[in-house]
């Protein structure tokens, strides 16, 4: 019964050393996201996947990438950080029955990640 | 294009209070909405949702009425419990790209005993 699983939970890293976000989820959902909190800003979509092999931009993707080479892993890649990177980030599922990825299928979330950029 | 304002908190309030955490929305279409929740230290989690227009989601005391109308989805209970202290995210999924979840800012609750 885990869900989404994001690791790790806390991170510091220095500017411009890069690192990896992993996220995996066991509930057989064709559709991932990575989404970035900053305090009083709500949740942005980063990149999103709409199945294995494929991903897509979503409104905040200018240094990050990402990779869907399974269906239940999606990890993010934070590549020269920044400052501006300093945020809480959550991978979350959802699974679409719908056709053209039409969906209005609620999203399960992974308890987070705290990166600061220093 | 697509958004959602809700209210800025905190919102403080005693136990055995009311509440009201009012959300707006834009969107093209009929979009679903959504209240998701978010507990100290977790990710969110769904709380209730409503599809189409009139539609009332509720959980755990919770509803929200879904007034195409007024464009609203406001959160409401009528006895908040010191366990309700979260933060409440108001949300859209548009009929087309529905995957693009639109989020607004957050309102933070807090419940004093």
């Known amino acids: 019964n885990a869900g989404v699983t994001q690791t790790p939970k806390f991170r510091i890293l220095k500017i411009g050393q890069s690192m990896t976000l992993q996220c995996t989820q066991d509930m057989n959902h064709n559709y991932m996201y990575w989404y970035r909190q900053d305090p009083g800003m709500g949740l942005k979509l980063i990149y999103y996947s709409v199945g294995a092999g494929i991903t897509d931009k979503g409104e905040v993707p200018n240094g990050y990438n990402v990779s869907r080479s399974t269906t239940e892993d999606f990890p993010l890649r934070l590549e020269l950080a920044a400052p501006s990177q300093t945020s809480v980030y959550f991978c979350?599922?959802?699974?679409?029955?719908?056709?053209?990825?039409?969906?209005?299928?609620?999203?399960?979330f992974g308890s987070g990640t705290q990166l600061s950029v220093l | 294009g697509n958004s959602v304002t809700q209210m800025e908190g905190p919102v403080t309030l005693s136990e055995e209070a009311f509440l009201t955490i009012n959300c707006t929305y834009t969107?093209?279409?009929?979009?679903?909405l959504f209240w998701y929740v978010q507990y100290p230290g977790e990710g969110l989690q769904l709380l209730l949702k409503a599809t189409k227009a009139d539609d009332k989601g509720s959980n755990k005391g919770f509803e929200a009425t879904y007034r195409k109308e007024t464009t609203s989805f406001h959160l409401e209970k009528g006895s908040v419990q010191v366990s309700d202290s979260a933060v409440y995210f108001c949300a859209l999924a548009p009929l087309s790209g529905g995957f693009k979840t639109i989020f607004g800012a957050g309102t933070r609750l807090f419940v004093k005993a």
């Open positions: 979350a599922s959802s699974y679409s029955r719908g056709q053209g990825g039409v969906t209005n299928e609620k999203l399960f």
């Open positions: 969107a093209t279409g009929y979009p679903s």
